[in-house]
C-alpha cells in the first residue's frame, strides 16, 4: 500500500468514525459500518462457507447439484478436496461458491435492506469480510440484469457488490461485463428444474476470458441456477476457472 492509498484510507476512516456516524441497520443504534459489532455478531454465517455448484457429467451445467467444500488453502487441503469431489473438478463443469451468511433472520433483512434499500454500506462491510477467503482471480463479473428490470430498478445490486469488493483483491481485477440476454420469469416461486430451465442460455460475457480465473459476483444464492447458468457463459468466453461469491445462501 503506497503512502497517499494509507493517508486516503485513514482520512476516508476518521470521517466516517467522527463526522459521519451511521445507524446500525438492524437496531438503529450507532455504527460505523452498515451494523453495529452486536448486530453483526449476531448474523448467521454459512458454514464451511465455500461449496461446490456442480453439474452431472451428461446433463451438462444445468443440473446443479451441491456438494459441501471449503477452498482449498493449502496443498493438503486441496488433495483431500479432490478426493472429495474428483467428478466435479475434472469435468470443469463446477464451480466454487463462498456465501457469507445463511439466509435467514436476521440476515435476510440485512440483505433485503441493501437489495432494495439502497443501503450500499452492506456491500462494504460484506466485502471486507470474504476478500480475504477467495481464490485468485484475472476478472470479476457482476450477475447481470436484463435491462428491463435494470431500468425498473436503477442499479444491478451485484454490480454494487463487484465495485466494493474489487479494491480489496490482489491486483484489483478488472471488472467485465455480461449481459442478460432475455428477461426470465422470476426465480421466486420455481422449484430447483423450474429455475435452471428459467435462466438456461440467458447469458451471454463477450469479454475475451481465455485463461482467465473469473470471479462471478450475486447477491443470493438459493439453487446456484443463474450461477452456474453464467458459468457456462463465461466458459463459452474461453474461462480457465470459474468461481462465484454471493452474499447470502438460501436454503434452495
Ligand atoms: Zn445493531
Not at 459521519?20 to 455478531?41: N, S, V
Not at 466485502?127 to 482471480?137: F, Q, S, Y
Request: with cysteine; net charge positive.
Amino acid at each position: 500500500m503506497s503512502i497517499s492509498t494509507a493517508l486516503r484510507d485513514t482520512i476516508c476512516s476518521l470521517i466516517e468514525q467522527f463526522w459521519l456516524p451511521g445507524a446500525c441497520l438492524l437496531c438503529a443504534g450507532g455504527a460505523r459500518e452498515a451494523l453495529c459489532p452486536a448486530c453483526l455478531a449476531e448474523l448467521p454465517e454459512q458454514q464451511p462457507g465455500a461449496e461446490v455448484l456442480a453439474a452431472d457429467a451428461e446433463g451438462g451445467p444445468l443440473q446443479g447439484r451441491l456438494f459441501a467444500a471449503t477452498f482449498e488453502r493449502s496443498e493438503r487441503e486441496r488433495e483431500e478436496a479432490t478426493r472429495e469431489r474428483p467428478a466435479v473438478t475434472e469435468s470443469g463443469t463446477g464451480i466454487t461458491a463462498l456465501t457469507l451468511w445463511r439466509y435467514v433472520e436476521p440476515a435476510d433483512r440485512v440483505v433485503l435492506a441493501f437489495k432494495y434499500g439502497g443501503h450500499a454500506t452492506v456491500a462494504r462491510l460484506w466485502a471486507a469480510r470474504v476478500a480475504g477467503r477467495l481464490p485468485a482471480v484475472d476478472a470479476l463479473i457482476a450477475m447481470p440484469m436484463h435491462r428491463t428490470r435494470l431500468a425498473e430498478r436503477g442499479e444491478n445490486p451485484a454490480a454494487v457488490m463487484a465495485r466494493a469488493l474489487r479494491p480489496l483483491l490482489p491486483g484489483r481485477p478488472p471488472l467485465l461485463a455480461a449481459t442478460k440476454t432475455r428477461l426470465t420469469a422470476r426465480q421466486q416461486g420455481l422449484d430447483r428444474e423450474g429455475r435452471l430451465a428459467n435462466v438456461a442460455g440467458a447469458y451471454r460475457v463477450d469479454a475475451d476470458l481465455r485463461g482467465r480465473h473469473v470471479l462471478l459476483v450475486d447477491d443470493v444464492l438459493t439453487t446456484g441456477a443463474s450461477l452456474l447458468a453464467l458459468a457456462a457463459a463465461a466458459r463459452a468466453a474461453g474461462a480457465a476457472a470459474v468461481h462465484a461469491v454471493a452474499m447470502a445462501r438460501a436454503a434452495p
